[in-house]
């Protein structure tokens, strides 16, 4: 044989794998569940991301209780004290208050949410009936959790397991390769809506997520110029290995909470940490705080005043970043577009910064502790107005048909004044 007859014979992808000794790589990672019953896998995904969860939970809170069981303090204590903890903590994070708590670790929600998406995308099938079925096994699970526990709310379990199991399992199914047919069950709705309403929709999400670096980024600056009062907030507890493991566990359930709270300094009303505290851009007013690390990273009466009032400036890089977003998804056929889209990134990103900032605040007790948190309607109405002037600014000057209408309206402007020079016409 010549070599040109076995020339292609010798680059088709099967003679390479022959010589290599490597098959193809599959399309995803099989599922053990796949061929089953639709709805039955989204049962299963359900139940598999409540278990993995809720013992992330219970394990180490039973972990706690056997070591510290030799203390005589806790020599009455039965071990099930132990798991009605874990399992209170765990509804915390789905917004169930535990006595007078109802500060959300917003860590461990966003644990939870991660094992519903990563249970979803590994297990359940990607159709309406294993999506639907997936979500509503999940809330029955966490209302049963919480009639399990002495004073919990079922209707906040209720209402908790439907957001974190819509955001997480939805999420999951979504990221799945074989998502087509719940991407087309979704695709009719959202194909509806008008072009400049997407875009509008899309840029606000951005918006939203922009901000949220942004306040993670102070609050990470917060923490390097607080490290000094957070290590001597640590040592005055004199915590042993297991204490200071079990706070430094609770510390990160409750970071995503300090950067919200970052987010309303930026918008500039601020939060407060107890009743008649203050904290913005404007003046810091602290009144007597609870021995908790994360406190000691508060801002300090330095850090207002002079530069830091200019922080709102940053709202407007949330409402740029979506004009860039909103330019390249909308043809725009009409000048008031652009507009309308500039109004809906702002509507959406306000309606994003205010869940986050009121999911953000609650109390850690009575008293004083009552009130933890931002204004979330005020922060939310600031994020609105900057993100949307700013998609406004891009967008609109961006487009086209908006500036050739401008253009249209000064010639329209200058033809009609009686007193214009002949040159000017």
Request: with cysteine; glycine share 14%; proline share 8%.
């Amino acid at each position: 044989m010549s070599a040109r007859e076995s020339g292609p014979a010798t680059r088709s992808p099967t003679a390479v794998r022959r010589v290599i000794g490597v098959p193809p790589p599959p399309a995803r990672e099989p599922s053990p569940l796949d061929g089953g019953i639709p709805w039955m896998t989204g049962l299963l995904a359900a139940a598999q991301a409540a278990v993995l969860s809720l013992a992330a939970v219970v394990v180490p809170a039973i972990a706690v209780f056997v070591v510290t069981s030799a203390d005589p303090a806790n020599a009455g204590v039965a071990w099930t004290r132990s798991v009605e903890v874990g399992a209170a903590l765990w509804l915390l994070a789905h917004g169930v208050p535990w006595g007078h708590v109802t500060l959300v670790p917003l860590g461990l929600t966003a644990l939870v949410a991660y094992a519903c998406y990563a249970s979803a995308r590994r297990s359940a099938r990607p159709v309406p009936s294993a999506a639907l079925v997936a979500v509503s096994g999940y809330v029955t699970i966490v209302v049963v959790v919480a009639g399990l526990v002495p004073g919990a709310s079922l209707v906040r379990a209720g209402g908790g397991g439907l957001l974190v199991g819509t955001l997480g399992l939805g999420t999951g199914l979504l990221r799945r390769p074989d998502a087509r047919p719940l991407l087309a069950w979704l695709r009719g709705p959202w194909s509806v809506l008008p072009q400049w309403l997407r875009a509008g929709l899309a840029g606000g999400i951005v918006a939203a997520g922009v901000l949220a670096v942004l306040a993670a980024l102070t609050a990470a600056g917060w923490v390097l110029a607080g490290r000094d009062s957070v290590v001597a907030v640590v040592r005055g507890l004199g915590l042993d290995a297991v204490g200071g493991a079990v706070l430094a566990v609770a510390e990160v359930g409750y970071a995503p909470n300090l950067a919200a709270w970052a987010a309303a300094w930026i918008a500039g009303p601020g939060f407060a940490v107890g009743a008649g505290s203050h904290v913005a851009t404007g003046g810091v007013v602290l009144g007597p705080l609870p021995a908790i690390p994360l406190l000691g990273a508060l801002p300090t009466p330095d850090l207002a005043g002079g530069a830091a009032r200019w922080t709102p400036v940053l709202l407007l890089v949330t409402g740029l970043t979506a004009g860039l977003v909103v330019h390249r998804r909308l043809t725009a056929g009409r000048w008031w577009e652009p507009v309308a889209s500039a109004a809906a990134v702002g509507v959406a990103a306000g309606l994003l910064v205010t869940v986050g900032v009121a999911a953000a605040g609650g109390a850690v007790g009575t008293n004083r502790m009552a009130a933890v948190g931002a204004a979330p309607w005020a922060v939310g109405a600031l994020a609105a107005a900057g993100a949307a002037l700013g998609a406004l600014l891009v967008a609109s000057a961006a487009d086209p048909v908006v500036r050739g209408a401008v253009r249209a309206a000064l010639r329209r402007d200058v033809t009609s004044d009686p007193g214009a020079p002949a040159s000017g016409r």
